[in-house]
């Protein structure tokens, strides 16, 4: 198709077809062999669909089709920071496509299909968000939030599961990028390179990181280091080493970071 002059006369349906097929391939893939491997073979059909939708001659014609949302959630909780890393990447570049498609003056109106499917993108984005920048994993109440489809009555169960494993830890704030099982690495890496940087500290962090420690931390003469900074920092640090999926999707969907990204 982007060898194409004209794309009036393509069967542009397909794509939505081919898409739609593969969604149900990589359902069943994530039941079959849930390895890393193979979610990283699933992120390069999506990857490949995602460039493709970032041609805007090509957006004109072919209509969004967006992953399945059971497999963003698997996805989204699994063992590899790469994982995550390309999935949040992905999603940011699908995100650019609907703001391309919908932003005025809009280069064409939506198909029914289309707008059945913009409030499960809008609440893979918002859930993302809630787990990883805004501790709030799990949660309904804003706008789209679809709890990470996981069902009410197992919430409590995983509260007392955590309780019993750290009482300071809560669900809400278990998957953002101090706590999570693929982050937290990172994130501690990027203190420990600021306090390495640093002449005279007293203390160094323990970790993992929250608003409550940084302050604490300051008064017993370690980093003067704001939350925000903190997490603004960690953002960069995981550019840096190659995770820029991360980051760009919390650039792309978090307003308040725009000014700290320029």
Same mark, same amino acid.
């Given at each position: 198709m982007r060898g194409q002059a004209q794309l009036d006369s393509l069967p542009e349906g397909s794509i939505h077809d081919l898409i739609s097929h593969v969604n149900s391939l990589a359902m069943t893939l994530t039941q079959t062999s849930a390895t890393v491997s193979t979610y990283l073979t699933i992120l390069d059909f999506y990857q490949c669909c995602a460039t493709l939708f970032s041609q805007r001659?090509?957006?004109?014609?072919?209509?969004?089709?967006?992953?399945?949302?059971?497999?963003?959630?698997?996805?989204?909780?699994?063992?590899?920071?790469?994982?995550?890393?390309? @999935?949040?990447?992905? /999603?940011?570049? =699908?995100? +650019?496509?609907?703001?391309?498609?919908? %932003?005025?003056?809009?280069?064409?109106? #939506?198909?029914?299909?289309?707008?059945?499917?913009?409030?499960?993108?809008?609440?893979?984005?918002?859930?993302?968000?809630?787990?990883?920048?805004?501790?709030?994993?799990?949660?309904k109440s804003d706008a789209n939030a679809q709890g990470c489809?996981?069902?009410?009555? @197992?919430?409590?169960? /995983?509260?007392? =599961?955590? +309780?019993?494993?750290?009482?300071?830890? %809560?669900?809400?704030?278990?998957?953002? #990028?101090?706590?999570?099982?693929?982050?937290?690495?990172?994130?501690?890496?990027y203190v420990r390179e600021l306090e390495d940087e640093q002449t005279g500290i007293r203390a160094r962090h323990g970790g993992p990181v929250t608003q409550a420690s940084l302050a604490q931390l300051a008064t017993r003469g370690g980093l003067q280091l704001t939350w925000q900074e903190y997490r603004v920092g960690v953002l960069q640090h995981l550019e840096k080493n190659g995770f820029e999926g991360v980051p760009a999707l919390m650039y792309n969907t978090m307003k308040n970071l725009t000014k700290a990204k320029r």
């Open positions: 001659q090509i957006l004109q014609h072919v209509e969004l089709t967006i992953p399945p949302a059971l497999l963003i959630y698997i996805l989204q909780f699994s063992s590899s920071i790469s994982v995550l890393a390309r @999935l949040c990447g992905i /999603l940011a570049e =699908y995100k +650019r496509s609907w703001e391309a498609v919908m %932003t005025p003056p809009a280069m064409r109106p #939506l198909t029914r299909r289309e707008r059945e499917q913009i409030n499960t993108f809008n609440g893979f984005l918002m859930d993302l968000c809630n787990c990883l920048w805004r501790g709030r994993a799990f949660g489809r996981i069902p009410r009555s @197992l919430q409590p169960v /995983l509260e007392d =599961y955590l +309780r019993g494993v750290d009482s300071d830890l %809560t669900l809400a704030t278990a998957f953002g #990028l101090s706590h999570s099982p693929v982050l937290c690495m990172q994130a501690i890496a």
